[in-house]
């Protein structure tokens, strides 16, 4: 099934799209390079120089962990005579702007930092290059040196399609339990094992006259909002995608699912909450008024920022709480670098050559512990990276267990099917976040919501 997105239909069905399109966009070169030495990526045996004299732009998100790497980027310049242009671009808007680019193919991004479930609809529109022939051409790769297989198996499962590889991820993100060690000592908690264990901690903590609230839970509406969080409830409580070849997104295991959350924030969390996204809790959490959350490890820079928290020193981890099926499940997210199909050829060559540099072991070392800036990657994608000492002391300063929870969660937890990874999903997603906040804000009950989005659903699967 073909969803075949055009400039126009993609705009309408983004609301607010063509607003948000017209902030100017910021242009970025990398800085000087903290180290020059090259001889770690000639050591490959491969020619970095084939497609010298070729420029490339790449889009990606203001984030530390983009701006770590373009700081580098002078050294792949240098190992590669190929002029990178970066381009930054928000979140809400990379996703819009990258697919009218890719929909135009006009190549203005030679590879961008890419939604994982976004691949189904680029590789549904041929938008996106199958990147195995990269991997296994002898001339443009160095298997042994580039040990593909060392970059963590969800994400790169997630950036597969009908086991066709289209991204290579460069960062990401597992999906943990963070929470107050004082207050549940004090209090003689543990953390939560499962969700029941989980809701009876909120409420041991909560204590709103005080100002502290038992839990949070990010509810802002979005694809990669609320969305990002109901997945794993849904699939932790049973819940199936497909039932009979149907995408199915009500249903006993989907009310169940979305009870437990909308009774959580309810209960337990501020009522500003349904209109949280993850800065909002972590922010939150950093000033002493939330006792615990669920969201993406990375936001234990956030609650560990040494300006604004208040919390530095009390915090610890856990993995996911398991649901009723006992599964513990978390997000697969990640940014990814696909290649542009309607590049020319020897472009694409020269944006593989960046995209093997950028996830390649040497750079993910050099973007994280060994950086010489203020700011440290968490989201590193290679396992050696995460065993290695250095960066075991780095992301142990987090707190207690931040990285056996992190490192347990990537490697037991995740689900490649955490959320439908259909061409659709940018509609679906929305119109899902649309129901879940409905229910959150009791706009609706959780069965109404349900079996609404059920209905708008339904044609979209159709064409």
């Known amino acids: ?80 005579g190929i002029n990178v242009r970066f381009e930054k671009i928000p979140p809400a808007q990379i996703r819009q702007k990258c697919v009218i680019d890719l929909t135009s193919k006009t190549g203005t991004y030679a590879t961008h930092a890419a939604d994982p479930m976004y691949y189904a609809l680029y590789a549904a529109n041929k938008w996106a290059e199958p990147l195995d022939r990269y991997l296994n051409d002898a001339s443009l790769t160095d298997k042994a040196w ?81 969305m990002y969080i109901y997945p794993s409830i849904f699939r932790e409580f049973g819940g199936e995608w497909f039932k009979g070849g149907k995408l199915t997104v009500n249903g006993p295991e989907a009310e169940a699912a979305l009870t437990w959350y909308v009774d959580l924030m309810r209960k337990y969390a501020p009522a500003a909450a349904q209109n949280w996204n993850w800065p909002d809790i972590a922010d939150a959490f950093s000033q002493g008024t939330i006792g615990a959350y669920i969201d993406a490890h990375s936001s234990a820079s956030v609650v560990n920022n040494a300006d604004k928290s208040k919390v530095i020193g009390k915090v610890a981890y856990a993995r996911w709480p398991k649901g009723p099926s006992g599964k513990r499940v978390t997000s697969i997210w990640n940014w990814g670098f696909p290649i542009n199909a309607a590049l020319p050829d020897k472009r694409k060559k020269a944006t593989w050559l960046f ?55 990537l490697q037991h937890d995740t ?42 659903i339904e044609p979209m699967m159709k064409g």
């Open 146 to 226: 580039f040990n593909f297989d060392d970059i963590i198996p969800a994400w790169r499962g997630a950036d597969s399609v009908d086991g066709k590889l289209y991204g290579i991820p460069y960062d990401g993100e597992v999906t943990i339990q963070v929470y107050r060690k004082d207050l549940y000592e004090a209090k003689g908690l543990k953390p939560a094992d499962n969700l029941e264990a989980f809701v009876a901690n909120a409420a041991a903590l909560n204590d709103p006259g005080n100002r502290i609230w038992g839990a949070a839970l990010r509810g802002v509406a979005g694809a990669g909002q609320n």
């Open 1 to 80: 099934m073909v969803f075949r997105s055009t400039r126009r239909t993609f705009l309408k069905g983004s609301v607010g799209a063509s607003a948000m399109l017209l902030g100017a966009p910021a242009f970025l070169r990398g800085a000087a390079a903290q180290d020059n030495d090259l001889a770690p990526y000639t050591s490959a045996k491969i020619d970095w120089k084939q497609a010298s004299g070729e420029s490339i732009t790449v889009a990606v998100i203001p984030a530390s962990y983009f701006d770590n790497l373009i700081s580098i980027a002078p050294q792949f310049q240098e190992l590669t």
């Open 415 to 456: 689900d490649v099917d955490w959320r439908p990874r259909v061409p659709q999903w940018p509609a679906i997603g929305d119109t899902m976040a649309t129901a879940i906040q409905s229910a959150l804000a009791g706009q609706a009950t959780v069965k109404a919501a349900l079996d609404d989005a059920q209905k708008r």
């Open 355 to 409: 995209i093997q540099w950028a996830a390649s072991a040497e750079t993910q070392a050099r973007t994280s512990y060994k950086f010489a800036g203020p700011a440290k990657r968490s989201g590193v994608n290679r396992t050696s990276v995460w065993k290695d000492p250095a960066y075991i002391k780095l992301m142990s300063s987090f707190g207690n267990n931040f990285v056996e929870a992190a490192m347990d969660s």
